[in-house]
Structure formats: structure tokens, C-alpha cells
């Protein structure tokens, strides 16, 4: 009797664990299904297939963030990110940047990217830059400043004063061609970011050839904006920085016709006529010996190149070719020069160019 209780014990109990076991099983499986399914919307997949940039700034909120992803991305994607942001607490105007997003980014990365500031530098770019005004336009543009602070920077003598430079001569300091900052950077940064690429630019071999020319090299890039407006030709270039270097050495003005229409304001200008060569400017080359008190523009390492590398030649004339295609005649006399300028003028007439 007792060994048959015993056996009708053991057989209760056997079942019972085998139903615990199948439920645990059941649950295990569910869960690993959760988390597979879960890994899978917010790790595994991939929300995009291109990549684009996301800027975010101190008035961004986390509804102006998602209106700009939602550009981008499915809604679903969107509202993953949302979901992860406020379970955390993110709040997009504490990380402000840039932030490029790429196609093998999911809504888990994105949103690390961004709650924890990891933005992504970007690619700051100039080139044909003629004033302080225009460079502060540009810079405003690209990077997260405004024009007005850059103005302020460029016009602040003490500051042009620790950067090497004067309110004159400060454009010198840039360099045309694209730079690898933060959206964010602040003025003073660029500046000093601008200030490390002109060091690296100005070897000991290009300050040795400034030297040898007599000139420094803030006054390089002073006549190589000069030389820049003067010709588009760039085989030209080194022709016409050696033409200038000729008239300085001489003591001669150098006359360049660029430099008045710098003094006048006026780029349009196709044609110099009297009452422009007679502006009260230091900048007007036609009324005042040597190089100007800054640059014209902001040159090109191309244009820089060509006045250290400039070519050595007796003219000290140029007129622009009659036949407009942006080259010159160069003249060793004023006779000679005078003929070349009849014909350009002739051709000006008869294109109907007064001014």
C-alpha cells in the first residue's frame, strides 16, 4: 500500500516539472523573440540610403529635430528615435552641430550620435573672395556665426594686431580652398584654425623667395591679388606679377587698374575712365607709389605661387589684348604701350563699352 502511494507521488511530480519546464521553455522563447524582434527594429535595420546632414542649434527642440529626420527617414525610423530620446531625457539645443547621417546608420546610432554630440566636421569652403564684407557673408553661410561677429572680429585691430596682421592686411591670413571644421566653431577658433593653415602654407622655402624678392609675405599677397584681378589667364599670372615687381623696383606707381576699381567700389567697371584714376584712396595705385595697403581680394595659392615664382622680363606695360580673351600686350616703352591701348580702346568703341 505504501510502495503504491509512493509510485502515484512520483508520477505527479515528474509531470509538474515537465509542465514547468515547457512553460520556462515558452517564455524563454518569447522573450528571445521580443529581443530579436527589438534588435532587429532598432539595431539591425538600416533607415536610410543615402547620407545626409542633420544641424541642430541652441533654439533646436526634439519636435523640430524629428520634423527635420522625418525628411530623410520612414516615420516609423522617426518615432524610434523620438521614443529612445525622451526615455532618456535627450534634449537636442544641450548637443548642438552638425551631424551626417549614413546609410549604415540605425535608429539606435542616430540617436547615440546625436544625445551624446558626436558631431561631424564639415567641409568649409572659399574661394573668389573680394572683401571683408563678402568673406564674412561666406563664413556666415557654411558655419553656425554670424556675419556681423566675423565683421567685428576682422575690423577689431587688436585682434589683426595678435593674429600677425592690421584691419588691412587681415585677409591675407585666408587661404582659398575647403577645411575640415565643426559647424560650431566659434570666430576666434576659425581665426585661429585659418592662422595654422597660413604657417603651413609659408614654408621656409616660400619666406626664403619673398626675402629674395624684397617683399614681404603679407606683401605677396597683396600683389598677388593685384595680379589675380588683373588676369584670369593663369599662365599669365607670373608674366604680370613680374611686370609690377618691375615698376616697384623702378619706383614706378604701379597703375594697375584693378586697384581703382577696388578705391571706387565698383567691380562692374569694364572700362577706366578719368574721373575714376582721380579717387582719393590709398588704395589707387594710380595716385600712389608702391603696393596698396592690403590685399585687393583674397588671393589664390595659384596667384601667390606665381609672384614668388614670378617671371623675370623687361616690360613695365600691359594693356588688356583687343581681341577680349583676358590676355595682354606687354611693352617695354610708352610708345609702344600707347599703340596697344589705341587698339584696345578702338575695340571698346566698337563693342559699344563706355564705362
Known sequence: MATKISRRKKKKTCGSKKNILYIITAVAAIF????GVIFKRYVLD????????????????LDSVTEDLQKYLEKSDVNKIRRLSKLNGYTPCNKPGAYRIDPEMNAIRIYRKLSTGSQTPIRFTFNNIRTK?????????????DKQEVLELLNDSAFCTDM??????????FLPDSYEVYWTIAPRKLMEKMRQEYDKFWTDDRRMLATQIGISPIEVSTLASIVEEETKVPD????????YLNRLKKGMPLQADPTVKYAVGDFSIRRILHEHLTVNSPY??????????????IPSKAAIKAVLNYRH???IYMCAKEDFSGRHNFATTYAEHQNNAIKYHKALNKRNILK
Open 32 to 35: 528571445l523573440i521580443s529581443i
Open 46 to 61: 538600416k533607415v536610410t540610403d543615402t547620407s545626409f546632414f542633420i544641424y541642430i542649434d541652441e533654439n533646436s527642440s
Open 133 to 145: 564684407d563678402d568673406l564674412a557673408e561666406t563664413i556666415d553661410k557654411q558655419l553656425k556665426m
Open 164 to 173: 600677425g596682421f592690421d584691419t588691412y592686411t587681415i585677409p591675407a591670413l
Open 236 to 243: 599669365e599670372m607670373n608674366m604680370v606679377a613680374g611686370l
Open 284 to 297: 589707387n595705385t594710380y595716385k600712389n607709389t608702391g603696393l596698396p595697403p592690403g590685399p585687393i581680394r
Open 313 to 315: 622680363h623687361p616690360f
